[in-house]
């Protein structure tokens, strides 16, 4: 069965504590990985496109990472405008399949 | 780039009445485009989704529908609404072939009373 997990469902840090958000998949003829932030009440915002394991992608204080099994999201140093809810997707032929989410809140 | 439209913001309805949700899509021809209902605190899930003009998948049975008049215009009904019809829904746009990531609607937060 297609499906994506996330972990932890909800992270508090300090700013400027340095973690990862997990996000592991199980999908037959994977085409993409995807990043979203969610803000509350609003619609998701894209962050990353990940296609092959071993790739990784930046912007500013996250940087994105992909295996064959999972992909990691590593927020380096964040600040309190970085709390939000990360979605992870995995996309296969005309279907997307997002997780749950990870709910970040940063204290400063 | 692609832009969605979305709209209204919020609503809230009585129980039994009918729905209607719009969503149009600029800067792209021919998308995919997506429904999708947001339960708080939960993941997305899938409702409808159209590849072209009139054709719609409906991935759960619902009390909802929804319809593809044009290219670009994507819209979500109900007939009676129910109280569990409530939530946030999100329309999306994607590429031909899913490699793209999704751009999303600013969502309608639905209550129904």
């Known amino acids: 069965e297609d499906q994506v997990t996330q972990s932890p469902e909800a992270l508090r840090l300090q700013e400027g504590e340095s973690s990862s958000l997990n996000c592991s998949y199980t999908?037959?003829?994977?085409?993409?990985l995807f990043w979203y932030r969610q803000d509350p009440g609003k619609g998701p915002e894209f962050l990353f496109t990940?296609?092959?394991a071993g790739e990784e992608k930046e912007k500013e204080r996250l940087k994105a990472t992909l295996t064959k099994k999972e992909s990691f999201l590593h927020i380096t140093a964040p600040k309190p405008e970085d709390s939000a809810t990360y979605l992870c997707a995995v996309s296969n032929f005309n279907k997307f399949y997002f997780g749950s989410g990870t709910k970040l809140n940063v204290k400063p | 780039s692609q832009t969605i439209h979305q709209w209204p913001a919020t609503l809230v309805q009585p129980v039994g009445s009918p729905l209607s949700l719009e969503c149009t899509v600029e800067?792209?021809?021919?998308?995919?485009l997506y429904w999708y209902r947001q339960a708080a605190g939960r993941g997305l899930q899938l409702l409808f989704y159209?590849?072209?003009?009139?054709?719609i998948s409906s991935e759960v049975p619902q009390n909802l529908s929804a319809s593809r008049p044009q290219d670009r215009q994507f819209i979500l009904s109900s007939k009676k609404l129910l109280l569990s019809d409530s939530g946030f829904y999100l329309c999306a746009s994607s590429g031909t072939g899913s490699i793209y990531g999704y751009t999303f609607g600013s969502g309608t937060r639905l209550t129904v009373v």
């Open positions: 990940l296609y092959s």
């Open positions: 159209s590849v072209g003009i009139g054709q």
């Open positions: 999908v037959s003829g994977l085409r993409g």
């Open positions: 800067g792209t021809s021919n998308p995919n």
